[in-house]
């Protein structure tokens, strides 16, 4: 028996071989890891979705209750006009009735906006 005869055998056994554990084994492995792909990203969406949530959360209870506007004098004193409006619920109304009064009395005050609680 020659080498090449040998080497013959070894590689119709190699390739047996290959084959058989390649279709009863490998491809078996990855068609149940397939099915978990689709659970590890929904698992890591979710668990990215609560994170995201908590740290919303705890950052909203960090926020003003409510909102005043602070009437400061060319002096830097603070004054108080009882004509203008100057508690708010919300950030966004303060920041409003800030900027018309800007326009109104720029001249002669600065407003500022202050958290209350």
């Known amino acids: 028996m020659s080498i090449s005869g040998a080497f ?5 056994i190699f390739s047996i071989t290959y084959t058989w554990l390649i279709h009863n084994l ?7 890891a ?7 990203m929904v698992t890591a969406s979710i668990i990215f979705v609560l994170i995201t949530v908590f740290f919303v959360l705890r950052q909203a209870k960090k926020l003003p209750k409510s909102y005043k506007i602070q009437v400061i004098d060319v002096f830097g004193h603070e004054n ?5 409006r ?3 619920q919300t950030y966004e109304a303060a920041a409003s009735y800030a900027r018309e009064y800007r326009k109104l009395y720029e001249e002669n005050y600065k407003f500022k906006i202050v958290g209350v609680g």
């Open 8 to 12: 013959a055998i070894f590689i119709d």
């Open 26 to 32: 490998v491809n078996p492995l990855v068609a149940f």
């Open 34 to 40: 397939k099915g978990f792909e689709v659970g590890i």
């Open 80 to 84: 108080v006009n009882s004509e203008l």
């Open 86 to 88: 100057q508690s708010f």
